[in-house]
Antibody, heavy 120, light 107 residues
Framework: QVQLVQSGPEVKKPGASVKVSCKASGYNFIAYYIHWVRQAPGQGLEWMGRINPENDATTYVEKFQGRVTLTRDTPSSTVYMELTHLQSDDSALYFC?????????????WGQGTLVTVSS | DIQMTQSPSSLSVSLGDRVTITCRTSQSINNYLNWYQQKLGKAPKLLIYAASNLQTGVPSRFSGGGSGTDFTLTITSLQPEDIATYYCHQSYSTPLTFGGGTRLEIK
């Protein structure tokens, strides 16, 4: 079955960077986009960007341009999300999700989430 | 960017109720509208895609409707496991956006 497994929680100081991984299994890794969505405590869902594992093409939300980088490692079916220059309002639960471009581009499978805490 | 207006933001409900949540978009998105259920501390779960298609494994008491700019999610006969927050999501154009969420609470 389709599974996305993310790396564990992170605690970072302001100004630092964080890199979260998302390992995919149970399907053809290069056939589906991987998206990243974050959720601040008590808040809604915010899309950050996506990567096409087939060709490494990325799209980022303008708000995160220059601070977020999505990369992939095809042999291990893993996508990475790196966020730099962290501030306290980057403290959130970060999810990866598979985008189903064969249907309605909906997010049909999600990782379990990675809690990133930014604190001095 | 396409703005998503979801209402209500919260709803007090009783078990067995029929619940309707609405989502309005700032421009037409055809049927590129999806619905998710999120329980506290968990990842969202896809319920409905393409406005009205039930994801495999989702109970038939969930249904979706609408097209263009106005969409609905309906839960007939609310069950205890349906207490959660629900989000609409447009997959028509980037940046992809979500509604603000509708939190269901038991009366």
């Amino acid at each position: 079955q389709v599974q996305l497994v993310q790396s564990g929680p992170e605690v970072k100081k302001p100004g630092a960077s964080v890199k979260v991984s998302c390992k995919a299994s149970g399907y053809n890794f290069i056939a589906y986009y991987i998206h990243w969505v974050r959720q601040a405590p008590g808040q809604g869902l915010e899309w950050m960007g996506r990567i096409n594992p087939e060709n490494d093409a990325t799209t980022y939300v303008e708000k995160f341009q220059g601070r977020v980088t999505l990369t992939r490692d095809t042999p291990s079916s893993t996508v990475y999300m790196e966020l730099t220059h962290l501030q306290s309002d980057d403290s959130a639960l970060y999810f990866c999700a598979r985008g189903n471009d064969f249907r309605n581009y909906e997010f049909d499978s999600w990782g379990q989430g990675t809690l990133v805490t930014v604190s001095s | 960017d396409i703005q998503m207006t979801q209402s209500p933001s919260s709803l007090s409900v009783s078990l067995g109720d029929r619940v309707t949540i609405t989502c309005r978009t700032s421009q037409s998105i055809n049927n590129y509208l999806n619905w998710y259920q999120q329980k506290l501390g968990k990842a969202p779960k896809l319920l409905i895609y393409a406005a009205s298609n039930l994801q495999t494994g989702v109970p038939s008491r969930f249904s979706g409707g609408g097209s263009g700019t106005d969409f609905t999610l309906t839960i007939t006969s609310l069950q205890p496991e349906d207490i959660a927050t629900y989000y609409c999501h447009q997959s028509y154009s980037t940046p992809l956006t979500f509604g603000g969420g509708t939190r269901l609470e038991i009366k």
